[in-house]
């Protein structure tokens, strides 16, 4: 039998061990028997296998494993996550005991990339790896919560404190102008992108998005490695320009079966209130604003008009946030039940998650199960087969605002903005003395009715084929297939369903995803020079389907509208149904080659072709290569013991981007209706959008340089990476000029360049005997430019749900994220003015607002061009960057016996947020909208010539400025978990093996000088991420978990 | 080897070859819920598709997923009637719509979104039209049908090229369905003479009534032929715009006389064949309850009607009793009128009461209503002495339940929009006939209108004719048409091409008449360049060969 190579070894680890079982061609002539340990006990689960053949076993829960080896001569390889790999040879006793160390030797640890596996040692690219047991003290829904503070390189950020909120992740910053700037996902194999339309969603009243990945179990998962640099991502092509996420869930192993149990409850509460104003002084700013409104004014003097304002004792005077929100509840199961025989082994798990939102009536419920097979069909032939469906549920009405009038506000917002005296009575809107508009956000969390399911399956199969040895046959092929029905009724008596007498709204969207791909992998080893081979082909087409409906005028309301929608009087929205589809061929290939294990070279080469683009722009190619030199493999450091490892790496390579909606390259019509003479609505045809038969691929050109270090006998680990990334063809929504009778065009236009710093420092500080202090730290610096914008002057950043809409621009020479408007310059004095004939004018040389008479009180800004007049076109410049200077986190671990203590601490420094949502409470969201107590008692007043807050009835307050620019820097207690592991010994006699408590503390202390609910946003808009509207604050978490092996 | 392997290794190349055959057909993209341009305008119905598609932009909730309501939904309205005598925004509510305000005090400026997108909106009609002008003419149909499709097409880029030309000026000529995307702009002239082509084409080709009742005919056209002449002729006599120095908007190319020569056959024409008539009462003009009825005047509509497409007009963000809008069918009361308008009126002109009334009352249980055409019409209150609660009520929208039972929402209304009516012929073929030298002829059609706004009483004819009367003939003229299109959308461009809008500026009245009325920004703010709005800003930074109009 020819000698394997190291790297087949490798494949073979990954596509099979610990599971694979093959039967040895030869028979086997020697049993060899031993025990694994580490510095604990015995461990189970550790591969064994005997060196150049196939022919593995694992240990059992005792660490005992037995096996035959083919002759005495044989080398036994033992390997297990999380610890070195270890080679033995079978000695004259037949019995082969080991000492794993953990993670002693991490330059082996086995690291999976893009459509294999590698040494750590062996990489040439950047990867972050971290591991499930890491991810898993996070208690969050998603595991991209999880990864928050444990990569260098990858910024987390959740949108907001909702339950399966949508969660972003950028890679080495933002390099696209379009929605598609997160990673890809790899999941077991299965490559998929994040499209936040597979959960449905009306849009009617929410602008926030849903992570569809949520519905991925974090507990199923073993490891996730991050890969950033080109020449880790560039085999995924097209697909891989924003970084690649590789998940892998866990395995069976054989002959052990385990059956796991985890379980945590946890209680959430806000971790910040807002103080708004009670009864009596809302009365008072009432009657401040309009001393005639007889609702909240006295007439004491007899005649017939209001001269006092009216006392508010003995009313309710409501506190909606303490009335609205709730210590929130989470339970999480979770049953994993693995095992096998020698040929089969197999892994399944079924989960379930029910985490209350703060809000009452909102919660997030997730079912789960999977299966995951791997059988040895012959000792060439392995197939294996997973299956992981789940689904989940978002429970409860919109949380924030809309984008359109009666839906404005959402409940986050209600909560502060509602008025907390003179409240209809349940269910009466039409008491209300300020409009049938507004009424108690309780009876609109009590009566409206939202309910979001999102069905995933993923069913994939695979099969290796031996062909000779070091050269396997992969093939792959799956489906991932989405369901997801959002339905919505809002009754008559809730201010949404008033107008309309009831509104009732139904979406759908159905997705179904699937791929083939097929690799020849051929590795080899001749000597000094070690080599693998990869090349391949794949196949991926998406189809997309969505419906969506409103009704209006429901007669019966004792039954939720929307379940009988054909009791609509009439369709605010007639049926409509999208279908939409896209596919992608590629063909790759990877060569990596090693010389004496010293200098390493990857060099990847793909030919992507995508649908989306126009007819001749389809393809593009998309090589890489890198190189890595281990400087301590070279003779003259082998004298030396302080390095074990140092290693040079540089790499450069190109990646593109497809994420945009398909068909922008062809010219459309639209359906646009137009009354007919009937009165009802006919149907016309008309053109949508112009040919753009050259739109082609975005491409990202990424240069890393790295060195990674470990010293002390791995106590020290050291990476560092320097990177530029140049994104060019960017494409975009771009604006056109209208005489082409078209508003926007997909274009490629321009560059935008991130270059940074990323560092991570992984120490064991103390050793001892029953001691260990561990730490890691990472910290990133991205700076991010754009350097072009084609012919395109600037590109604008609109939002909805806010009378401030126009929030941004996206200009050439500053980074992605910035927002566009005034510079605040203080409030306008009485000092600034003449009083003449009663009124207030302007003193010569103050500056004056164009199309305002400025007043005292009002928002006062600089006059950048010196005209003596602020105007918007030449008074706005940049004045916030979302963009942190920094980013990082700092983990600490602590074990003490059988305790461990775990403590991450995670920030973001120097980005700012733009705190749009402050105008609504500072008195410029409409006369009834209560204000914080801060505000009111602050507010200027002739008395309080302060130039910190506007009038109560100052002007200026929707006007984009640097007034509602903060700095959002914080510093974060995010997780704090202490475990006790109970003695495996001691419950060995209840047929126990292994039983874990702990206490888990999130969001336990957040250092910020940020005044809205929580500095951690992340808009829906990718160009302007830091920008807040009042959104769902986040919860401080408490959870107390339970953790048994059987 | 063993031949196994030799097998596996040729089946596993096959294998990774498989597929780049099929790879052309997978990458070609086939749409499903649309069709492409290409695959549409092939038959009879694709025609009349077409065409309704260029009727749309009329009152297009948005453009291609942009803006929100450019035309006479909404915006169009701000465009046509803010800024002078008529009407004025009220501070206080329009301080969330500073696009909106900015619109109606003069403090716009290039980036105001709204001018973006009814600029956008109009080009989006022009394509639209010039679509059907390129590909309908060699669908195989009915011949006469066809004739009549693309004769309407060419009046909808009539349309939209001279409410380019009256709002911008002179503006890229956009005459194909593949336009040039940094063509400068054409001139005044052009815009004008292109306009005034495709009119003329469609008063050929087009029968007396369409077959689509409340769609566009010959007189439509021929009505706009009238309207552009009187357009270019009043401005070129009135100098409008000389003192900008710029040529691109100059009508110095314009030969008067004939200008209004030509108005004048135009209207005749109108005046003896059409078969147009004055709609009485007056204000069944403006109601939905008789909008079927309203058509034997009004010869150009943009159509509403109910349904989940928006077929409406957010009557409520327009002028309208304010208050109440979800219970008694008031309005946001953000536009109110001025009491230069009203003062036009003489109390025993119908036409003043049934334009004007106080605030409209919340209660729908106590508010009293009357009921036109089986519609319940909630009554506003009375206008106070002070003139302070005054609002205008041409246009008044029936119970907001009942508009929610069929399907228009309680913040929009079914009222179809009257563009061009037979009474502003009347008025246009007044001036055409003075302009011609007969002033006498012009002053009997003043009494047709004036009859039908005193409900036939000669008696009162004669109290307000002599009221009205005033020796400056075009002065009267101009008080005549804001009484009878108080609101309309015409004021603001008869102010400007008679040249007179800077001074009836100046002498408004600037005290407040309402607590947030606002004149005196309005004062302060207009300068002789704000006759023409400015081009938008996106659209200079997407085409470097624009030019912006003088002082933006």
């Known amino acids: ?125 950047s990867v972050s790896s971290i591991k499930g047991a890491d991810l898993q003290q996070s208690k969050a829904i998603s595991f991209m919560e999880g990864m928050q503070g444990r990569a260098a390189g990858v910024q987390v950020t959740s949108t907001s404190g909702e339950p399966g909120a949508a969660v972003s992740i950028n890679i080495r910053g933002a390099n696209s102008f379009n929605s598609g700037t997160q990673p890809l996902y790899v999941i077991d194999g299965v490559q998929m992108d994040v499209n936040n339309g597979e959960v449905a969603s009306s849009g009617f009243g929410s602008t926030s998005l849903s992570n569809p990945l949520a519905s991925i179990n974090p507990a199923d998962i073993a490891s996730i490695e991050v890969l ?185 917002q209600y909560f502060l903005l509602s008025k907390p005296v003179l409240v209809p009575d349940a269910g009466d809107l039409s008491q209300d003395p300020d409009g049938a508009s507004f009424g108690s956000p309780i009876d609109f969390l009590n009566f409206s009715y939202k309910q979001s399911p999102f069905f995933r399956l993923i069913a994939d199969l695979t099969a290796d084929y031996r062909i000779i040895n070091g050269l396997n046959l992969n093939v792959r092929g799956g489906g991932i297939l989405t369901t997801s029905k959002n339905k919505e009724f809002y009754p008559s008596n809730t201010s949404w369903g008033f107008a309309g007498n009831g509104v009732a709204i139904l979406n759908t969207s159905n997705t179904s995803n699937w791929y083939q791909t097929s690799t020849l992998t051929f590795t080899r080893r001749i000597k000094d020079h070690a080599f693998t081979l990869l090349g391949g082909f794949e196949l991926n087409g998406y189809t997309g389907e969505t419906f969506s409906m409103q009704g209006q005028g429901f007669d019966i309301q004792s039954i939720n509208a929307v379940d009988n929608i054909a009791t609509a009087k009439i ?62 493999n070279e003779s003259f450091m082998l004298r030396q013991n302080v390095f074990s490892d140092i290693k040079l790496r540089g790499s450069f390579g190109v990646t593109g981007n497809d994420r945009i909606p398909p068909y922008q390259s062809l010219a459309t019509t639209a359906n646009t209706f137009y009354s007919g003479s009937s009165g009802s609505a006919t149907l016309g045809i008309s053109p949508n959008s112009f040919a753009n038969p050259g739109l082609k691929w975005e491409t990202t050109y990424q240069y890393d340089g790295g060195v990674d270090v470990t010293l002390l006998k791995d106590r020290v680990n050291f990476t560092a990476d320097l990177y530029l990334k140049q994104t060019k063809d960017l494409l975009i929504q771009a604006d056109v000029s209208g005489q082409t009778g078209y508003l926007k065009q997909w274009q490629n236009l321009g560059q935008v360049d991130n270059k940074g710093l990323e560092l991570a420092l992984n120490t064991i500080n103390l050793r001892l005997r029953n001691f260990t202090w561990s730490s890691n730290f990472n910290i990133s610096f991205n700076r991010n430019k754009v350097r072009s914008l084609g012919s395109v002057g600037y590109i604008p950043v609109n939002i909805t749900g806010s009378t401030i809409s126009a929030v941004g621009r996206v200009i050439k020479g500053q980074p992605i994220g910035t927002a566009y408007g005034y510079v605040f310059d203080g409030i306008y004095q009485l000092s600034d003015f003449d009083l003449v004939g009663g009124s207030y004018v302007l003193k010569k040389g103050v500056t004056s607002i164009l199309g305002r008479t400025a007043k005292p009180g009002d928002f006062k800004y600089k006059d950048l061009n010196g005209d003596g007049v602020v105007d918007n076109t030449h008074d706005y410049k940049i004045i916030s960057n979302s963009n942190p200077l920094h980013y990082g986190g700092f983990t600490n671990n602590f074990q003490y016996k059988n305790f461990e203590l775990n403590v991450l601490l995670q920030w973001s420094y120097g980005n700012d947020i733009l705190n749009i949502g402050r105008y609504r409470y500072e008195a410029g969201g409409g006369y009834f909208a209560n204000l914080t107590e801060d505000y009111w008692n602050n507010a200027w007043t002739p008395g309080n010539p302060t130039n910190k807050y506007a009038a109560v009835m100052g002007q200026g307050k929707t006007d984009i400025s640097s007034y509602y620019v903060e700095d959002g820097s914080y510093l974060r207690l995010k997780n704090v978990t202490l475990s006790y592991t109970l003695n495996p010994s001691f419950l060995k006699r209840a047929g126990i093996a292994g039983c874990r408590f702990y206490v888990t503390g999130e969001n336990l202390y957040t250092w910020t000088k940020y005044s809205g609910f929580d500095p951690e946003i992340a808009s829906y808009s990718p160009l302007l991420p830091g920008i807040d509207n009042i959104s769902y604050p986040r919860a401080r978490t408490y959870t107390l978990g339970l953790n048994v092996k059987f | 080897m063993k031949p196994s392997s030799i097998k596996y290794i040729c089946l596993s190349v096959i294998l990774l070859a498989a597929g780049l055959a099929g790879c052309k057909k997978l990458l070609t993209e086939k749409p499903s819920s649309f069709l492409t341009t290409d695959q549409f305008y092939k038959t009879s119905s694709d025609a009349e598709l077409a065409i309704t598609g260029v009727y749309e932009i009329l009152n297009a909730v948005d453009v291609q997923g942009n803006g929100n309501q450019p035309m006479w939904g909404a915006t169009m309205q701000y465009l046509t009637t803010m800024g002078c005598d008529e009407q004025i925004g009220d501070v206080t509510f329009l301080a969330g719509q500073p696009n909106f305000l900015s619109l109606c005090n003069y403090t716009y400026t290039s980036e105001n979104t709204l001018l973006w997108y009814t600029y956008a909106a109009l080009y989006a009609g022009i394509n639209r039209a010039n679509f059907v002008i390129e590909r309908v003419p060699s669908i195989d149909m009915d011949t006469t049908r066809r004739g009549q499709i693309v004769a309407e097409a060419r009046f909808f880029r009539g349309l939209y090229y001279s409410y380019l030309g009256w709002l911008w000026g002179g503006v890229p000529l956009a005459d194909s369905s593949v336009v040039n995307p940094t063509a ?197 209150s009375a206008i106070v002495t002070n003139l302070s609660n005054m609002s205008i009520c041409k246009w008044r929208l029936d119970n907001p339940v009942d508009r929610i039972n069929r399907g228009v929402p309680n913040w929009a209304g079914d009222i179809d929009w009257g563009v061009l009516r037979y009474g502003d012929v009347l008025l246009m073929f007044a001036e055409a006939k003075y302009k011609t030298g007969d002033e006498t002829g012009a002053r009997a059609l003043f009494s047709e209108l004036r009859t039908r706004a005193v409900a036939g009483d000669l008696t009162k004819l004669n109290t307000i004719t002599t009221a009205y009367r005033k020796t400056d003939f075009m002065q009267e003229l101009l008080d005549e048409r804001s009484r009878e299109l108080l609101g309309e959308g015409w004021r603001r461009f008869d102010l400007i091409r008679t040249g007179k809008l800077k001074s009836v500026l100046a002498a408004m009245d600037n005290s407040a008449m309402f607590p947030r009325e606002d004149v005196k920004t309005i004062q302060s703010n207009f300068a002789d360049n704000k006759i023409w709005y400015p081009l938008p800003s996106r659209e200079i930074s997407t085409n470097s060969n624009l030019v912006q109009n003088p002082g933006f």
Not at chain 1, 64 to 92: C, D, H
């Open chain 1, 571 to 632: 369709l605010s929205q007639i049926p409509t149904t999208n279908k939409y589809n896209y596919n992608r061929v590629s063909q790759f290939g990877r060569v990596n080659y090693s010389w004496k294990d010293r200098y390493l070279l990857t060099a990847t080469l793909r030919r992507d072709g995508s649908s989306k683009f126009g007819q001749d722009h389809k393809y593009a190619w998309f090589p890489s290569a890198a190189l890595a030199w281990r400087l301590s």
């Open chain 1, 228 to 412: 950033k640099d080109a020449s880790a991502t560039a085999i995924f092509g097209s697909r891989g320009a924003n970084g690649v996420v590789i998940v892998t869930t866990k395995s069976g192993s054989a002959n052990i079966s385990s059956l796991e149990v985890n379980s945590f409850v946890g209680i959430g509460r806000a971790n910040k209130k807002f103080h708004m104003l009670g009864g009596q002084d809302y009365a008072d700013y009432r009657y401040f604003t309009n001393p005639l409104d007889a609702s909240f004014a006295v007439d004491t003097n007899g005649d017939g008009k209001p001269d006092k304002v009216r006392d508010m004792t003995g009313l309710p005077s409501h506190d909606w946030q303490k009335e609205g929100m709730r210590d929130a509840l989470s339970q999480n199961y979770n049953v994993n039940y693995s095992g096998g025989n020698a040929r089969t082994t197999f892994a399944t798990s079924a989960g379930y998650m029910n985490q209350q939102g703060l809000i009452k009536n909102n919660s997030y419920e997730r079912y789960n199960l999977s299966l995951k097979i791997n059988h040895t069909a012959t000792n060439r032939l392995k197939i294996g087969t997973s299956i992981n469906a789940s689904q989940a549920i978002g429970h409860g009405p919109a949380s924030n605002g809309g984008n359109s009038v009666p839906n404005y506000n959402g409940l986050v």
């Open chain 2, 184 to 380: 400068p702009r054409a001139s005044m002239q052009q815009i004008m003479q292109h306009a005034m082509a495709d009119f003329s084409y469609a008063y050929n080709r087009l029968p007396a009534r369409n077959k689509f009742d409340g769609r566009v005919n010959k007189y439509t056209a021929e009505g706009f032929l009238a309207k552009l002449n009187l357009y270019i002729a009043s401005c070129k006599e009135n100098n409008v715009g000389q003192s900008l120095s710029f040529p691109l908007n100059s009508f110095d190319w314009v030969d008067a006389p004939s200008a209004y020569q030509q108005a004048l056959q135009y209207c005749k024409d109108i005046y003896t064949n059409s078969g147009y008539t004055l709609l009485k009462p007056f204000n069944y003009l403006f109601l939905a309850a008789t909008k079927a009825t309203a058509r034997s005047e009004h010869m150009m509509i943009v159509q509403t009607g109910p349904g989940g497409n928006q077929e409406n007009i957010v009557y409520s963000y327009l002028a309208g009793p304010a208050g109440a809008y979800n219970t008694t069918g008031g309005t946001y009361g953000w536009v109110r009128p001025v009491r230069e308008g009203y003062n036009r009126f003489n109390s025993i002109d119908g036409r003043r009461s049934l334009s004007f009334s106080g605030a409209m009352p919340t209660s729908a249980t106590t508010t009293p209503f009357e009921t036109i055409g089986g519609y319940k019409y909630f009554i506003p």
């Open chain 1, 1 to 125: 039998m020819p000698r394997l190579s190291f790297f087949s070894f490798i494949l073979l680890f990954y596509l099979w061990s610990p599971t694979a079982r093959a039967q040895s061609p030869v028979t086997p002539e020697v049993i060899v028997r031993g025990t694994v340990k580490d510095s604990k006990g015995p461990v189970r689960g550790v591969s064994v296998q005997a060196k150049g053949s196939p022919i593995t076993t694992s240990t059992d829960t005792g660490g005992n494993y037995t096996i035959k080896v083919p002759s005495m001569r044989s080398t036994l390889v033992f390997s297990a996550i999380g610890y070195g790999a270890v080679e033995q040879p079978v000695t004259s006793s037949r019995v082969v005991n080991v000492l794993l160390s953990e993670r002693a030797t991490s330059l082996n640890d086995i690291v999976v990339v893009g459509y294999g596996t590698q040494k750590k040692g062996d990489l040439t690219g």
